[in-house]
């Protein structure tokens, strides 16, 4: 039985004294083998991970009778039963520089002597020793301290190759609070509390919210927060620590990303079915068209959107993507952007080391770490929101975490503010009908309706249609699935009405319909989970921009830019001279460059080698250096330089192999 007082944290701090690999299972480029990365660009040893890592010092517990599976189970749970009383961010670099990553070469051996194998060259990039990584540990249970400082002792390696001797670390941990920003709220008036809470929510692991209840080797993720699952994580929290609110008299809309740089808006929402853009037309001839996009013809209002229209080159327009949301700051222009999401490899390894079943290897998409999510709960009255406040303060005040998605990962509440919801009040007798979340609806005969008719939505304020009124939908159909805990068995799935879908209504008399409908909160069914919400009018968008890009975004692919630079350094004829022993030196010798001094003295080596070495030196002699350090001053990034170098050798190398291979073969 957990402790029911507040969770423990404790901060943990892991140095390393080697080298150590924690990988992505892809590569890129000349490496073979990449560190793990954040959206920051820095390496991360992934929360699995580590909670893997503790789970195997455990076991060995476990085999000496030293403790009982029943305790580790406990802290660490169980797989398809419970989660454990300990949750874990990923372990990341504190400093804001981007640490330092060497890249190791390595080869197969021959048995029975020390001689390579041909062909198994292979580059793996490293974390360099001395980097320092940071996590926070929360612990539900105080009586299960003890054992989980006692598996933190026995861990001594992360990451690759722990068995072969690599990976040794320092570990420290001691106590901190749930985030940095604890304890700098101001608490809401209760005078001030209205019907309306909005939330702004931060994940501090990436998000697998699926998509489907029947995932296959890609897990598909949601790039919002349903209300559903936000309800689910706000009742398992409160069941947690003691409390059982019904939240009855709450609806709890869906959680939607915000974009980056941006922790709050006044507006956030699914985009519109009918924004519309032409396919994107690449400005760089050299390049693909999907490389870097051209100028995009929007079509922003459904009232002047007909059936069948075409863009200018007589192509169809586009619909928005699943992902794609618009938001507005201080009545500013509606932002139209994309969360950031990526795709994490796993290997899900046998639960014993002598079972005979083979590594489970499938993938998870994922919404990046650190995406804020905006959230609005609506009350039925005040007395309920002033319940659910003093309920969930520890969670509001940011002193606890949430626990949403795949594998319960942490998110909490960067912000929050009550307010009454505003009233529309104007309405003409053209006018437009958005969900902003999907909608569940039925018929007469309890089937789901896949589109809204005029008399649907009569029938929902009780008025009589008129035949004039005239209705143009853009619609489109999603399924909803979920999971129930407390049964451990899938939800029967619901055909439901795509966020983002809309209706133009026009007739003499439609305002009233409009003004009727604007008194609900939502439509359909399961409304309590954020189902059913919808706007009118929010089509009359007066402008449509990009979010501001920041600085240290990437706004193009760079190994694109860096391929087709290298191919120009090689095709200058003074490049080919070197032989090819001489070009994999230099390769090899810019990707053992752990420092811009370095990379400078190889190149001075580079010009100096016909005068210093006159025999072996000539082939240097009419080498584009002066180009390569020219093209490479237009770089910061020092690992963009080394693959700028080793790409335009893999250029040059290519022709002299495929030489080498003819002459072989007439031999």
């Not at 390393?16 to 040893?45: C, F, K, N, Q, Y």
């Not at 927060?225 to 059982?244: K, P, T």
């Not at 969900?435 to 005969?445: A, E, F, H, K």
């Not at 049964?487 to 029967?492: D, E, K, L, Q, V």
């Amino acid at each position: 039985m957990m402790d029911r007082k507040n969770p423990l944290f404790f901060m943990l701090k892991v140095t390393t004294l080697e080298d150590l690999h924690t990988g992505t299972g892809t590569g890129s480029g000349d490496i073979d083998a990449l560190v793990m990365r954040d959206r920051r660009g820095h390496p991360v040893i992934r929360a699995s991970h580590i909670k893997g890592l503790l789970l195997e010092a455990g076991e060995e517990l476990i085999t000496h009778g030293i403790i009982s599976k029943q305790q580790l189970s406990v802290l660490l749970g169980q797989e398809g039963v419970s989660k454990g009383a300990l949750r874990i961010t990923s372990l990341r670099t504190a400093q804001l520089e981007r640490p330092e990553t060497r890249v190791w070469g390595a080869t197969a051996r021959e048995q029975g002597n020390r001689s390579p194998k041909p062909d198994t060259l292979h580059f793996v990039e490293h974390i360099a020793a001395g980097t320092s990584f940071q996590a926070r540990l929360r612990l539900m249970d105080h009586t299960l301290q003890p054992l989980l400082e006692r598996l933190l002792n026995r861990v001594d390696r992360v990451g690759g190759n722990r068995s072969r001797g690599g990976g040794l670390v320092q570990i420290e941990w001691t106590p901190c609070s749930a985030t940095d920003q604890q304890d700098k709220r101001k608490p809401v008036d209760p005078i001030s509390i209205g019907t309306q809470l909005r939330l702004v929510l931060c994940n501090l692991e990436p998000l697998c919210l699926p998509v489907t209840g029947h995932p296959g080797n890609l897990i598909r993720s949601q790039s919002f927060i349903r209300g559903q699952v936000l309800r689910g994580a706000l009742m398992a929290w409160a069941i947690e620590n003691g409390s059982f609110p019904t939240l009855e008299g709450v609806s709890v809309g869906d959680a939607l990303p915000l974009p980056q740089g941006v922790n709050s808006a006044d507006r956030v929402l699914p985009i519109p079915l009918s924004i519309l853009t032409e396919k994107p037309r690449g400005d760089d001839k050299r390049l693909p068209w999907w490389f870097k996009g051209g100028s995009i013809q929007a079509f922003d209002d459904l009232k002047n959107l007909e059936r069948g229209q075409t863009t200018a080159t007589g192509e169809k327009p586009k619909r928005p993507g699943a992902h794609e949301y618009l938001c507005r700051t201080d009545n500013g222009p509606w932002w139209r952007y994309a969360p950031a999401m990526n795709v994490q490899l796993r290997n899900r390894t046998p639960k014993k080391s002598t079972s005979k079943d083979e590594p489970e290897l499938f993938s998870m998409e994922e919404v990046s770490e650190e995406t804020y999510f905006q959230a609005d709960l609506l009350f039925d009255n005040e007395k309920n929101a002033q319940q659910f406040i003093a309920i969930f303060a520890p969670l509001l005040d940011g002193r606890d975490w949430l626990a949403i998605g795949r594998e319960g990962r942490p998110v909490v509440i960067q912000s929050y503010i009550s307010s009454k919801p505003g009233q529309q009040d104007h309405f003409s007798d053209d006018w437009v009908l958005t969900l902003i979340s999907d909608l569940i609806i039925r018929g007469p005969n309890l089937g789901f309706i896949d589109d809204l008719t005029i008399n649907h939505l009569c029938q929902l304020v009780g008025m009589s249609w008129q035949p004039e009124w005239k209705i143009k939908p853009m619609v489109e159909t999603d399924v909803i699935h979920g999971f129930n805990t407390v049964s451990g068995m899938h939800r029967s799935p619901a055909i439901a009405i795509r966020r983002g879908s809309c209706w133009r209504i026009t007739g003499a008399g439609t305002a009233q319909l409009a003004k009727k409908l604007a008194n609900l909160d939502s439509l359909g069914e399961r409304s309590r989970e954020g189902y059913g919400r919808f706007a009118i009018d929010i089509q009359l968008i007066d402008q449509l921009d990009k979010v501001p890009k920041k600085s240290s975004e990437i706004s193009s692919n760079r190994q694109e830019e860096l391929l087709i630079a290298a191919q120009h350094l090689a095709a200058d004829p003074g490049a080919k001279a070197p032989s090819l022993s001489q070009l994999q030196w230099l390769r090899n010798r810019a990707l053992a460059a752990t420092n811009e001094k370095r990379l400078e003295e190889l190149l001075k080596e580079v010009k100096e080698a016909h005068k210093d070495r006159p025999q072996g030196g000539k082939a240097w002699q009419n080498f584009p250096s002066n180009n390569l350090e020219n093209k490479l001053a237009q770089y910061t990034d020092l690992q963009e330089k080394r693959q700028l170098i080793s790409y335009m050798v893999q250029w040059l190398v290519l022709p002299i192999k495929q030489e080498q291979q003819k002459e072989n073969g007439r031999d």
